[in-house]
């Protein structure tokens, strides 16, 4: 068994060692080691529901593993939804080595103390040992994520006009079309202000590549780009895309697809990715006619945690 610490917030030292983990895990694996949602609470201090559970061995003077959890914002509708993502130092996934195990179930413990609720455990690049260490908390394979590759540049080229996002001006017209566009979405609907302003501090943020484009004299429709710089070479990402409902059925998702991926090939990118829901049939349809293939997949394992007696 390892101990394990649970964190409510973090120390600046306490923070420096995490994120030192966390970036070993990130190289090794050749993708970030926590998703944005849940980086932006760590490095932000968390919120209500957050909680990061450190794992240490005896006498390693740094933490061999970290889990982070995070309530759902619809907490209050009396189902409470927790996501959890758990990451193990490269050096310390060994056969036998339990230390992920421990986490999970640390995790498990802390939501049942918290009155329980329905779990998501998201793995990328789920393999076989996944699988038995979800079964084994009883949870089963969920919700899957494509991400999804092509290189650059593109055959076709958007044949819409778009323009740079500016910070301070369009804030509010852009979540009004992100919203109602992703009214159901369980990550990207329901964003306020504050989400936005976060992501536009993050050193990755280019208004340049928040590509918004109107009609009727309204925001119709936007594709919002990203650039990866790591291990030495850069790959462009649609990150987030979407018409407004209103303008739906007229092409817009495919031209805003191309208008990003002309935008990622003036900068001399060569690739472009994004992520897409398994069960989106129409937009996989769409990237797959663009040219884009599955690079992996990223997997949620699901279940519902028992609240504890007295939780």
């Known amino acids: 068994?390892?101990?394990?610490?649970?964190?409510?917030?973090?120390?600046?030292?306490?923070?420096?060692?995490?994120?030192?983990?966390?970036?070993?895990a990130s190289d090794a694996d050749a993708h970030p080691a926590l998703g944005e949602h849940a980086w932006l609470d760590l490095v932000q201090g968390g919120r209500e529901g957050f909680a990061g559970l450190v794992a240490w061995e005896p006498d390693h003077p740094h933490p061999v593993g970290y889990a982070q959890v995070s309530l759902g914002d619809n907490a209050g509708a009396g189902h409470a939804s927790w996501a959890l993502e758990v990451v193990v130092d490269p050096h310390h996934r060994t056969p036998g080595n339990t230390v992920a195990d421990d986490l999970v179930n640390g995790a498990i413990d802390l939501i049942a103390a918290e009155g329980g609720g329905h779990l998501h455990l998201w793995v990328s690049r789920p393999a076989p040992y996944h699988e038995r260490m979800a079964k084994a908390v009883g949870l089963s394979a969920g919700r899957a994520l494509y991400q999804m590759r092509r290189h650059l540049p593109a055959e076709a080229h958007a044949s819409i006009t778009t323009t740079p996002f500016r910070p301070g001006q369009d804030e509010q017209a852009w979540l009004e079309v992100n919203n109602r566009a992703f009214h159901r979405h369980p990550e990207q609907g329901g964003w306020t202000e504050e989400t936005l302003?976060?992501?536009?501090?993050?050193?990755?943020?280019?208004?340049?590549?928040?590509?918004?484009?109107?009609?009727?004299?309204?925001?119709?429709?936007?594709?919002?780009?990203?650039?990866?710089?790591?291990?030495?070479?850069?790959?462009?990402?649609?990150?987030?895309?979407?018409?407004?409902?209103?303008?739906?059925?007229?092409?817009?998702?495919?031209?805003?697809?191309?208008?990003?991926?002309?935008y990622l090939s003036a900068r001399a990118l060569p690739e472009a990715m994004l992520y897409v829901d398994a069960t989106n049939v129409p937009a996989l349809k769409l990237y797959v006619e663009l040219g884009f293939t599955v690079n992996h997949i990223d997997r949620a394992y699901t279940g519902d945690v028992a609240a504890r007696d007295g939780g």
């Open 197 to 262: 302003k976060a992501r536009e501090v993050q050193p990755w943020f280019d208004p340049e590549g928040f590509l918004l484009h109107h009609r009727e004299g309204r925001l119709a429709g936007f594709c919002w780009t990203k650039v990866h710089h790591a291990g030495g070479s850069s790959l462009g990402e649609i990150y987030v895309i979407a018409v407004d409902p209103d303008f739906s059925g007229h092409g817009l998702g495919r031209e805003l697809t191309l208008a990003g991926l002309d």
């Open 1 to 24: 068994m390892h101990q394990i610490q649970v964190k409510r917030t973090l120390d600046e030292d306490e923070l420096a060692a995490v994120t030192e983990l966390l970036a070993a």
